[in-house]
């Protein structure tokens, strides 16, 4: 036996009473049709809102009730303000991204779109979410936070933000720095070895804080036996004076 249907075109559910299903025999009886009307909007003018109740949308309907009248229409968010952004605007026109690169005093640049941090191109290579650049997956550090165990910025990108939070400078002005020492310490003139590069000394009379500094005060690049001594010895000339004169008189 044929399992009989709804009569109602292109409607497949089982049949209740009268030829029809339960939703449209139930849409009959109380609207006295089996056509779905309209989606019913808020009649407050310029509000594009669903209706909720009362001939108005939720908000408009609290408003009413709460304050006793309707007050001015609810305008629908605006969105950023940049060219293709699209999302919605936070602050002075601009997305969270954008109004974040206008702080920092950065041109606005179109935002990248997010990708997952396991995604590779055909030579295995990791893209970096800082420089958009696809690199080795060697040259990013591990952290166990992320899906791949990976750092979403490169190793160089990070150094930029290190360089840049704690001493108002970055990368390229820092190869530029050592590039002008001739490679190596400012005092020794060692070469850093593999490992820890050398240390950006500043004067902390200006920036007392050990690991900031304004960027306004920098005065080169130590190994760390050097930028060591200058720490043990805080700075002070008449101190490295007394220990140039206690080692001269040592000498035979």
């Given at each position: 036996?044929?399992?009989r ?19 449209h ?19 407050v ?12 949308c ?33 602050s002075?026109g ?11 005093g ?40 992320t ?14 933000m290190r360089l ?14 050592l590039?002008?020492?001739?490679g ?8 850093p070895?593999?490992g820890p ?8 009379a ?26 043990m ?17 040592g000498?035979?």
């Open positions: 036996m044929t399992k249907t709804c009569s109602v075109p292109e409607c497949d559910r089982p049949h209740l009473a009268k030829g029809m299903c339960g939703r025999y139930q849409r009959l009886r109380s609207t006295g049709s089996t056509e779905r009307k309209p989606e019913r909007k808020c009649s003018d310029g509000c594009e809102r669903k209706h909720h109740g009362h001939g108005h939720n908000t408009h309907h609290a408003r009413l009730l709460s304050t006793g009248s309707l007050g001015t229409p609810i305008h629908q968010r605006k969105t950023c303000t940049f060219s293709n952004c699209g999302r919605p605007a936070v002075r601009l997305c969270n991204s954008h109004a974040n690169q206008a702080k920092r950065r041109p606005l640049t179109p935002l990248r779109s997010r990708q997952k941090t396991t995604v590779r191109d055909e030579h295995d290579r990791k893209r970096c979410s800082t420089c958009g650049e696809w690199q080795d997956p060697a040259n990013f550090y591990p952290n166990p936070k899906a791949d165990n990976l750092n979403t910025y490169c190793k160089r990108c990070d150094r930029n840049s939070r704690n001493y108002g400078i970055g990368v390229s002005q820092y190869e530029s720095l590039l002008a020492q001739g190596g310490c400012a005092i020794c003139g060692g070469a070895k593999d590069s050398l240390h950006v000394d500043h004067d902390h200006c920036c007392p804080d050990r690991k900031r500094s304004c960027g306004s005060c920098l005065r080169g690049l130590l190994c760390e036996d050097c930028n060591r001594v200058l720490g010895f805080r700075d002070d000339v008449s101190r490295f004076e007394s220990a140039i004169a206690y080692l001269k008189r000498r035979r």
